[in-house]
């Protein structure tokens, strides 16, 4: 009788769903990924019924990870000064002297784990048909003035720290490409699928792109930087990023 009184329990527990491991797992943690309401295609669309590829990459990555992916979308700047102060969980940065100072990236053996970026972008120069510029890692920087995306640091801060003049005030590719048109910059730096497919479909641009790429730049998904090191969710979705990338659907076309 009491065995049989223990297998009714046992039923009556598994038809309320109470013994079973779904039912045993938490639910998914809410996780606040900061990305810059810049659109930045193929990669970020500010779009939420059309995301881009990282937007997509960001989200499946913590399904995978358990953690329920809230993107939240302000200027960069913004989005970095709240992983940093810990108002936003995580966000999308490059690994400029003062991110790296700041916030936490994924690491392996004491360096920045490459393997679990989001995103490896090149920002190519821009110039007139008519300049007569190369660059092979130096130009006259101070006497050139270089046009870029408002907001974009990844180019803003190394354009600075190369002793270029900075004009960051356009706000979309297109008004970026009609300054140096215009001669109202000497030259500009923008990310290549960008540029490339604001000039495709144009063969009377009086616009070129330079051969070689001012620089490349790996994004991550960055968090605060704090006295413990980060939990097994974070690392996990660090690495399931570094999976899904390689993945076709993730790839920029």
Known sequence: MGNRVIQLAWWGLLALGLCSPV?????????????TDLV????LSNDPAQPGIAERLLVE???Q?????????????????????????????APTPDNVRRL??????????????????NLVWVARQDANVQWNGGLPAGRLVVGTRLGMRSAIE????????????????G???HKVAARRVDLAVGLQEEVEYALHGQP???????????????????????????????????????????????RPR
């Open 204 to 250: 009377a641009s009086p616009l070129m792109v330079l051969p070689t790429a001012f620089l490349t730049t790996d994004f991550y998904a960055v968090v605060p930087r704090r006295a413990t090191p980060p939990g097994e969710a974070v690392e996990a979705w660090w690495s399931a990023m570094g999976r899904l990338r390689e993945l076709p659907e993730f």
């Open 40 to 43: 930045l295609p193929p990669y």
């Open 23 to 35: 039912a045993a797992q938490e639910p998914a943690r809410i996780w606040r990924v900061c990305i």
């Open 65 to 93: 990870s358990r953690l329920s992916v809230l993107l939240l979308r302000y200027p960069m700047k913004r989005c970095v000064a709240m992983a940093d102060s810990g108002s936003a969980d995580a966000a999308l940065a």
């Open 61 to 63: 990555a913590g399904r």
């Open 175 to 177: 008004q970026l490409l």
């Open 104 to 121: 936490e990236f994924p690491m392996r053996a004491g360096v920045i784990d490459s393997t679990r970026r989001v995103a490896r972008i």
């Open 158 to 173: 190394p354009l600075q720290a190369a002793g270029f003049q900075v004009d960051a005030t356009a706000s979309t590719i």
